[in-house]
């Protein structure tokens, strides 16, 4: 099994900043990507951002330019770095990771979320 540990959601307000952070822990082989996704009430879950082990990012399109992912190989960690706040980016944000547990077993496991909440 592989555990994620999110840790780093709060309350800010509009034009603030908040860093999220997500280790991966248990039986790992490798990782191949890890990332954050959200969901706001009422909506669907969707992708915030995502980074490969090898380096590859891709983002929202309505995160571009405020939010930045980054990842620790060493520590199966992975960070979002998140600027320019918006009421909009209110939400449950869940870690995601794509991780092979043995050489021929791959799976996405999810963190049990952390609650962003932007307001005045």
């Known amino acids: 099994q592989v555990r994620l540990v999110e840790s780093g959601g709060g309350l800010v307000q509009p034009g603030g900043s908040l860093r999220l952070s997500c280790a991966a822990s248990g039986r790992i082989f490798s990782i191949n990507a890890m990332g954050w996704y959200r969901q706001a009430p009422g909506k669907e879950r969707e992708l915030v951002a995502k980074?490969?082990?090898?380096?590859?990012?891709n983002y929202a399109d309505s995160v571009k330019d405020r939010f930045t992912i980054s990842r620790d190989s060493a520590k199966n960690t992975v960070y979002l770095q998140m600027n320019s706040l918006e009421p909009e980016d209110t939400a449950v944000y869940y870690c995601?990771?794509?991780?092979?547990?043995?050489?021929?077993?791959?799976?996405?496991?999810w963190g049990p979320g952390t609650q962003v909440t932007v307001s005045p």
């Open positions: 980074v490969t082990w090898g380096g590859t990012t």
């Open positions: 995601n990771a794509n991780v092979r547990t043995s050489p021929l077993g791959v799976r996405d496991y």
